[in-house]
Nanobody, 125 residues
C-alpha cells in the first residue's frame, strides 16, 4: 500500500523558514509526479509546487522564488523548503503523488490519487 506522511509543519514568524517533508512508503516516489498543495480554511486545495519526472518543477506565482520542491530518492522523500514566509502562507499543507498527474496550470486535483494527511503551517506577524 502506498502511503504518504507529512511532517515539519508548525508555527513560525513572518520572514522565517520551514521545511516540510513527505515520506513515502510502499512504492518508490521515482515512479510518480509529486506535488505540494495547501488549503486555507474552507477554500479549495491549491497546488503550489509540483515536480514532474519529465518536466522538472513548477510553482504557483504566490510562492515562486520563496519555495522549493525537491526529492531525495534514497530516502523516498519529497521536501518543500519554504523561505520568507508570509501570514498568507498559513494553511494546511498536503503532499500528493500520482503517475497520471500533469504538473501544469489547470490540472485537476482529482488526477492526484495519493495524499498525505496534511500538516499545519501557521505564520504569525
Amino acid at each position: 500500500q502506498f502511503q504518504l506522511v507529512e511532517s515539519g509543519g508548525g508555527r513560525v514568524q513572518s520572514g522565517g523558514s520551514l521545511r516540510l517533508s513527505c515520506a513515502a512508503s510502499g512504492y518508490s516516489l521515482d515512479a510518480y509526479d509529486v506535488a505540494w498543495f495547501r488549503r486555507v480554511q474552507v477554500k479549495e486545495r491549491e497546488v503550489i509546487a509540483c515536480n514532474s519526472r519529465a518536466l522538472g518543477s513548477v510553482y504557483a506565482d504566490s510562492v515562486k522564488g520563496r519555495f522549493t520542491i525537491s526529492r531525495d530518492s534514497a530516502k523516498n522523500t519529497v521536501y518543500l523548503q519554504m523561505n520568507s514566509l508570509e501570514t498568507d502562507d498559513s494553511a494546511v499543507y498536503y503532499c500528493a503523488a500520482d503517475a497520471s498527474y500533469i504538473c501544469a496550470e489547470g490540472s485537476p486535483i482529482s488526477d492526484m490519487g495519493y495524499w498525505g494527511q496534511g500538516t499545519q503551517v501557521t505564520v504569525s506577524s
